[in-house]
């Protein structure tokens, strides 16, 4: 079974201080601009950070069609603040467990564990190191926000790695991935890939809003049986 794990609100509570601040000076830096006074105001949970940048650009007046033109520059800029920003030491940010389960099911056998998150792929790692909590996830593997701007996009990337990797180059099958992620923006992936999803209330979504996961936790402590369950 493959694993799809998000980051922020799932694996990490607290933790993207830095990460936000990474992209704003990224969209300054590309475009110029000055440090928008309402980017606080745009919605990020659940977003890849192309869109969320896209619509802080959008506020200071630079149109959609500009960030196309040099969207590569932006993820480049944004990796690179998010190396020199990031905290030497995430792990007092791990979500509950979320270090336990990863022991747990990255020495499974029947287990593959990847990532779909917003990140950009390279602050994702940074982050997932800071927080030492990356070694059950392989480089090369998963989908992130600098692969596209629509999160729904970034589960059949994961699963087109995954295959690549573990099943002889064949995408890894949708009915055998579970996206574990905190908003319903993880369920609504997961759900337009045709994969299974667990949700958990660890992030700003309560359980009523996250209904439409085929199992809600708590926090990740009962991930394993509801893997189970699943399966």
Same mark, same amino acid.
């Given at each position: /079974?493959?694993?799809?794990?998000?980051?922020?609100?799932?694996?990490?509570?607290?933790?993207?201080?830095?990460?936000?601040?990474?992209?704003?000076?990224?969209?300054?830096e590309v475009w110029e601009v000055e440090s928008p006074q309402r980017a606080?105001?745009?919605?990020?949970?659940?977003?890849?950070?192309?869109?969320?940048?896209?619509?802080?650009?959008? #506020?200071?007046?630079?149109?959609?069609?500009?960030?196309?033109?040099?969207?590569?520059?932006?993820?480049?800029?944004?990796?690179?603040?998010?190396?020199?920003?990031?905290?030497?030491?995430?792990?007092?940010?791990?979500?509950?467990?979320?270090?336990?389960?990863?022991?747990?099911?990255?020495?499974?056998?029947?287990?593959?564990?990847? #990532?779909?998150?917003?990140?950009?792929?390279?602050?994702?790692?940074?982050?997932?190191?800071?927080?030492?909590?990356?070694?059950?996830?392989?480089?090369?593997?998963?989908?992130?926000?600098?692969?596209?701007?629509?999160?729904?996009?970034?589960?059949?990337?994961?699963? /087109?790695?995954?295959?690549?990797?573990?099943?002889?180059?064949?995408?890894?099958?949708?009915?055998?991935?579970?996206?574990?992620?905190?908003t319903p923006r993880d369920i609504a992936c997961a759900r337009a890939d045709?994969?299974?999803?667990?949700?958990?209330?660890?992030?700003?979504?309560?359980?009523?809003?996250?209904?439409?996961?085929?199992?809600?936790?708590?926090?990740?402590?009962?991930?394993?049986?509801?893997?189970?369950?699943?399966?």
């Open positions: /079974m493959l694993l799809l794990f998000d980051i922020d609100g799932t694996l990490l509570l607290n933790g993207a201080d830095a990460h936000a601040a990474a992209v704003v000076a990224a969209l300054c606080h105001g745009v919605e990020a949970a659940g977003r890849t950070d192309q869109a969320i940048a896209r619509d802080i650009l959008e #506020l200071a007046g630079v149109p959609p069609e500009q960030f196309e033109a040099r969207r590569d520059d932006f993820i480049v800029a944004a990796a690179s603040h998010y190396e020199r920003l990031v905290p030497d030491d995430l792990s007092d940010r791990l979500a509950p467990y979320a270090g336990e389960v990863l022991a747990q099911v990255s020495g499974q056998e029947r287990y593959r564990c990847s #990532l779909v998150t917003g990140n950009i792929q390279q602050v994702a790692r940074l982050k997932l190191g800071a927080a030492g909590i990356l070694y059950p996830f392989a480089e090369g593997q998963g989908g992130f926000g600098s692969d596209s701007d629509d999160r729904n996009e970034l589960p059949p990337i994961a699963r /087109m790695r995954a295959g690549q990797r573990w099943n002889g180059g064949d995408a890894w099958p949708a009915e055998r991935t579970v996206v574990i992620g905190d045709g994969a299974l999803v667990v949700a958990v209330e660890t992030g700003p979504f309560s359980a009523d809003q996250l209904s439409e996961a085929d199992v809600v936790l708590k926090d990740l402590r009962e991930l394993e049986a509801a893997l189970g369950s699943l399966s």
